[in-house]
C-alpha cells in the first residue's frame, strides 16, 4: 500500500532564502505525487503534480519539485520565500483505480513560517 | 480545473443533531470524493461518491454515520449524522479522476459540534 511521509511538522524560514519541505513516498509502482497547499481558512489548492513525465516539476508560484526514485523521494523546494508562502503543505501520493481517478493518500503536513 | 462550492461553509450544530454538506460543481464529473480533516490533521478520505451507484467508504467510516447522495453528475451531499464533539472537523469535497489522478477541492464546510 502506498503511503506518504513528511519529514518535518514545522519549518520556519527568513523571508527570501530558499524552501525545502521533504517529502518521502512508498509504492509499489511508479506513483502519482501531488503537493498542496493550504492557507490558513482557504481549501487545498494544488501546487504542482508529477505523472511520470519529467522528473524535475515545475509549479505555481515559484514551487517546483524533483522526483527521485532512487531516494524515494519528492521534496518541494522554492528559491526565495515569501510572505504569502506561509501555509501548510500537504505531499501527496494517489493510489490507481483501474479505469478511474486514485484515492489520495495524505502526508501529515508541514507548517512553513516565515519571518520577516 | 473545476469551480467548487461547499454549502454551508461553517456550522455550529448541538449534539445528536445531523448536519447535511452540498458540493456542487460547475462541470459534470464522475467522481467525487469526500474528506474530513480533523482538528490540526491532515485529511483522511471519508468515501468515494459515483453518480448512480452506492458510495464507497473507506475503513472506519461508515454509511449509517455519513451518508452520502450523488443524484446528479454536478452535486453531492454528505450528512454527518447524530453528531458528537469529536465530528468537529473541516469536511472538504473534492473532484477528479481519470488518468492524471489529479483531485480540486472545495474550500471546506467547518463543523462544530456542541
Known amino acids: 500500500a502506498q503511503s506518504v511521509t513528511q519529514l518535518d511538522s514545522h519549518v520556519s524560514v527568513s523571508e527570501g532564502t530558499p524552501v525545502l519541505l521533504r517529502c518521502n513516498y512508498s509504492s509499489s509502482y511508479s506513483p502519482s505525487l501531488f503537493w498542496y497547499v493550504q492557507h490558513p481558512n482557504k481549501g487545498l489548492q494544488l501546487l504542482l503534480k508529477y505523472t511520470s513525465a519529467a522528473t524535475l516539476v515545475k509549479g505555481i508560484n515559484g514551487f517546483e519539485a524533483e522526483f527521485k526514485k532512487s531516494e524515494t523521494s519528492f521534496h518541494l523546494t522554492k528559491p526565495s520565500a515569501h510572505m504569502s508562502d506561509a501555509a501548510e503543505y500537504f505531499c501527496?501520493?494517489?493510489?490507481?483505480?483501474?479505469?478511474?481517478?486514485?484515492?489520495?493518500?495524505f502526508g501529515q503536513g508541514t507548517e512553513l513560517s516565515v519571518k520577516p | 480545473s473545476a469551480v467548487i462550492s461547499q454549502k454551508p461553509s461553517r456550522d455550529i450544530c448541538q449534539r445528536g443533531t445531523s448536519l447535511t454538506i452540498q458540493c456542487q460543481v460547475d462541470?459534470?464529473?464522475?467522481?467525487m470524493f469526500w474528506y474530513r480533516q480533523q482538528p490540526g490533521q491532515s485529511l483522511t478520505l471519508i468515501a468515494t461518491a459515483n453518480q448512480g451507484s452506492e458510495a464507497t467508504y473507506e475503513s472506519g467510516f461508515v454509511i449509517d454515520k455519513f451518508p452520502i447522495s450523488r443524484p446528479n453528475l454536478t452535486f453531492s451531499t454528505l450528512t454527518v449524522s447524530n453528531l458528537s464533539p469529536e465530528d468537529s472537523s473541516i469536511y472538504l469535497c473534492?473532484?477528479?479522476?481519470?488518468?492524471?489522478?489529479?483531485?480540486?477541492f472545495g474550500p471546506g464546510t467547518r463543523l462544530t459540534v456542541l
Open positions: 501527496v501520493v494517489s493510489e490507481l483505480f483501474v479505469g478511474q481517478g486514485g484515492k489520495l493518500i
Open positions: 473534492s473532484v477528479g479522476g481519470g488518468r492524471t489522478d489529479t483531485q480540486y
Open positions: 462541470s459534470q464529473v464522475t467522481m
